[in-house]
Protein backbone atom coordinates (compact mmCIF):
# COMPACT_ATOMS: atom_id res chain seq x y z
CA UNK A 1 0.00 0.00 0.00
CA UNK A 2 0.98 3.43 -0.48
CA UNK A 3 0.01 6.38 1.54
CA UNK A 4 0.07 10.34 0.67
CA UNK A 5 0.09 12.75 3.48
CA UNK A 6 -0.91 16.41 2.50
CA UNK A 7 -0.15 19.37 3.50
CA UNK A 8 -0.05 23.45 2.89
CA UNK A 9 -4.08 24.30 2.57
CA UNK A 10 -5.37 27.73 3.52
CA UNK A 11 -7.17 30.40 3.11
CA UNK A 12 -5.64 33.59 0.96
CA UNK A 13 -6.44 36.29 -1.23
CA UNK A 14 -6.58 37.06 -4.85
CA UNK A 15 -3.29 36.92 -6.15
CA UNK A 16 -1.58 35.34 -3.35
CA UNK A 17 1.06 32.41 -3.52
CA UNK A 18 0.66 28.72 -1.37
CA UNK A 19 2.65 25.59 -1.65
CA UNK A 20 1.22 22.28 -1.05
CA UNK A 21 3.32 19.19 -0.03
CA UNK A 22 2.31 15.53 -0.05
CA UNK A 23 4.99 12.82 1.10
CA UNK A 24 4.62 9.43 -0.11
CA UNK A 25 5.28 6.54 2.46
CA UNK A 26 4.74 2.76 2.02
CA UNK A 27 5.24 0.22 -0.31
CA UNK A 28 8.58 0.76 -2.34
CA UNK A 29 8.06 0.82 -6.33
CA UNK A 30 10.88 1.16 -9.13
CA UNK A 31 8.78 3.22 -11.29
CA UNK A 32 5.96 5.87 -9.49
CA UNK A 33 4.65 9.04 -10.42
CA UNK A 34 2.70 12.16 -8.49
CA UNK A 35 0.36 14.65 -9.25
CA UNK A 36 -2.11 16.79 -7.88
CA UNK A 37 -6.17 17.15 -8.51
CA UNK A 38 -8.94 19.28 -7.20
CA UNK A 39 -12.26 19.55 -6.49
CA UNK A 40 -14.64 22.33 -6.37
CA UNK A 41 -17.91 22.13 -4.70
CA UNK A 42 -20.52 20.68 -6.91
CA UNK A 43 -18.03 19.45 -9.49
CA UNK A 44 -15.93 16.49 -10.79
CA UNK A 45 -12.42 16.14 -9.54
CA UNK A 46 -9.97 17.48 -12.21
CA UNK A 47 -6.65 17.27 -13.41
CA UNK A 48 -4.20 19.68 -12.23
CA UNK A 49 -0.53 18.33 -12.32
CA UNK A 50 1.72 15.91 -13.04
CA UNK A 51 5.14 14.65 -12.76
CA UNK A 52 7.13 11.49 -13.99
CA UNK A 53 9.07 10.65 -10.64
CA UNK A 54 12.51 9.09 -12.60
CA UNK A 55 12.38 11.66 -15.57
CA UNK A 56 10.84 14.52 -14.02
CA UNK A 57 8.90 15.06 -16.85
CA UNK A 58 5.80 17.15 -16.01
CA UNK A 59 1.97 17.81 -17.49
CA UNK A 60 -0.24 20.89 -16.74
CA UNK A 61 -3.41 21.34 -17.08
CA UNK A 62 -4.24 24.31 -19.33
CA UNK A 63 -6.13 26.21 -16.34
CA UNK A 64 -3.05 26.18 -14.36
CA UNK A 65 0.25 26.60 -16.52
CA UNK A 66 2.67 29.51 -16.38
CA UNK A 67 0.89 29.52 -12.53
CA UNK A 68 1.45 26.48 -10.98
CA UNK A 69 4.35 24.98 -10.84
CA UNK A 70 5.07 20.83 -9.09
CA UNK A 71 8.51 19.58 -8.19
CA UNK A 72 9.55 17.23 -6.42
CA UNK A 73 12.41 16.02 -3.65
CA UNK A 74 13.24 12.46 -4.00
CA UNK A 75 15.25 11.90 -0.93
CA UNK A 76 11.77 13.04 0.59
CA UNK A 77 9.57 11.35 -1.73
CA UNK A 78 7.92 14.36 -1.34
CA UNK A 79 5.95 16.72 -4.36
CA UNK A 80 5.12 20.21 -4.12
CA UNK A 81 2.36 22.12 -5.75
CA UNK A 82 3.86 25.67 -5.83
CA UNK A 83 0.54 27.82 -6.47
CA UNK A 84 1.05 31.59 -7.67
CA UNK A 85 -1.21 34.30 -9.21
CA UNK A 86 -4.31 32.39 -7.52
CA UNK A 87 -7.89 33.11 -8.49
CA UNK A 88 -11.10 32.17 -6.33
CA UNK A 89 -12.12 29.57 -9.19
CA UNK A 90 -8.80 27.99 -7.84
CA UNK A 91 -10.49 27.59 -4.49
CA UNK A 92 -11.30 23.98 -4.04
CA UNK A 93 -10.15 20.08 -2.15
CA UNK A 94 -6.38 19.63 -3.52
CA UNK A 95 -5.41 15.83 -3.66
CA UNK A 96 -2.63 13.96 -4.02
CA UNK A 97 -2.52 11.17 -6.19
CA UNK A 98 0.51 8.46 -6.68
CA UNK A 99 0.18 5.96 -9.66
CA UNK A 100 2.72 3.10 -10.62
CA UNK A 101 4.95 3.44 -13.85
CA UNK A 102 4.54 6.68 -16.17
CA UNK A 103 2.82 9.87 -15.43
CA UNK A 104 -0.73 8.73 -17.29
CA UNK A 105 -3.86 10.87 -17.00
CA UNK A 106 -6.19 7.77 -16.10
CA UNK A 107 -9.62 8.03 -15.96
CA UNK A 108 -10.55 5.75 -13.80
CA UNK A 109 -9.73 6.95 -10.17
CA UNK A 110 -9.26 3.35 -9.33
CA UNK A 111 -5.78 3.40 -10.69
CA UNK A 112 -4.37 6.28 -8.37
CA UNK A 113 -3.69 6.04 -4.50
CA UNK A 114 -5.22 9.29 -2.98
CA UNK A 115 -4.17 11.66 -0.37
CA UNK A 116 -6.82 13.01 2.18
CA UNK A 117 -7.02 16.04 0.37
CA UNK A 118 -6.25 19.55 1.50
CA UNK A 119 -8.63 22.77 1.17
CA UNK A 120 -7.66 25.69 -0.64
CA UNK A 121 -9.59 28.75 -0.23
CA UNK A 122 -9.01 32.06 -2.22
CA UNK A 123 -11.43 35.17 -1.79
CA UNK A 124 -11.73 37.94 -4.08
Known amino acids: QVQLVESGGGLVQAGDSLRLSCTRSGRTFSSVSMGWFRQAPGKEREFVVGIDWSSGNSDYADSVKGRFTISKDNTKNTVYLQMNSLKPEDTAVYYC?????????????????WGQGTQVTVSS
Open 97 to 113: AAALGPWVRYTDPKLYY
